[in-house]
């Protein structure tokens, strides 16, 4: 053991998660946003597709509908409202004037003192190469943060400028730097990912399936955690 990962600031009290696809939030963060509810903050999702791409077996006219309810279930097991959605397109999410725009204006609605979001860096931390919506998406919201606070910059989007993002933390990250204890929420955290149970099918996880590699997740970065059950967080200050 290391311990060599910091314990999550807790001076805040709104959170919005901003990623590129329903279920990004619940492989691995899931734990984290039950603690966090249950701890009475609150916590709001923004999609920013419908993961209309992610069922190899289902067209996306109707994947859409489906993964759209999927993410409104996993996020109701885990205390998290609202849930928005963008629509960009599943595999081909731009860092485009109208991604900027959307993404800026959604922080200036909800003022989160706490802004979530995935991985951007090139690769995942299991090595492999990771997605460009995750590595455009997890940029465009790094920059939006900035963005949001300038009146100057985008002064369409959104009534008043927003400057109080405290911490913007990567889910998923490569460099983790902080954690937090999910002890007692490993049961919603597996719950709110079952939720997503015909995306589960479609990559050929069993029923029951999902409870192995979240431990496994969960068991890791605890390792690095004072030996509790955790979720790694790479956390940026503003
Ligand atoms: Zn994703």
């Not at 701890?39 to 994947?63: F, H, N, W």
């Not at 979240?214 to 790694?232: I, K, S």
Request: proline fraction near 8%; charge should be negative.
């Amino acid at each position: 053991m290391t311990d060599d990962l910091q314990p999550m600031p807790d001076d805040w009290t709104r959170a919005l998660a901003v990623v590129a696809h329903p279920d990004d939030m619940e492989f691995g963060s899931a734990g984290a946003v039950a603690a966090w509810t249950g701890a009475g903050k609150q916590v709001g999702y923004l999609v920013l597709t419908r993961g209309e791409a992610g069922i190899d077996s289902m067209p996306p006219d109707q994947a859409r509908k489906v993964r759209e309810e999927e993410q409104h279930a996993s996020a109701a097991v885990v205390g998290v409202s609202p849930v928005e959605f963008l629509d960009h397109p599943d595999g081909g999410i731009e860092h485009s004037p109208r991604l900027r725009h959307d993404l800026v204006a959604a922080l200036r609605r909800h003022r989160p003192e706490l802004v979530i979001t995935f991985n951007h860096h090139d690769f995942t931390f299991t090595g492999k190469w990771n997605s460009p919506d995750h590595r455009v998406t997890g940029r465009a919201v790094l920059d939006a943060v900035l963005d949001a606070g300038n009146r100057w910059i985008l002064p369409d989007a959104g009534a008043e400028p927003w400057g109080g993002v405290k911490y913007v933390a990567i889910a998923g990250s490569v460099q983790p730097t902080h954690a937090v204890d999910v002890t007692g929420y490993v049961d919603a955290a597996l719950a709110s990912v079952e939720a997503h149970a015909a995306y589960l099918a479609g990559l050929g996880v069993p029923p029951g399936g999902a409870r192995v590699p979240l431990e496994g997740f969960v068991n890791a970065a605890g390792q690095r955690f004072g030996g509790r059950p955790a979720v790694p967080f790479e956390l940026i200050a503003c």
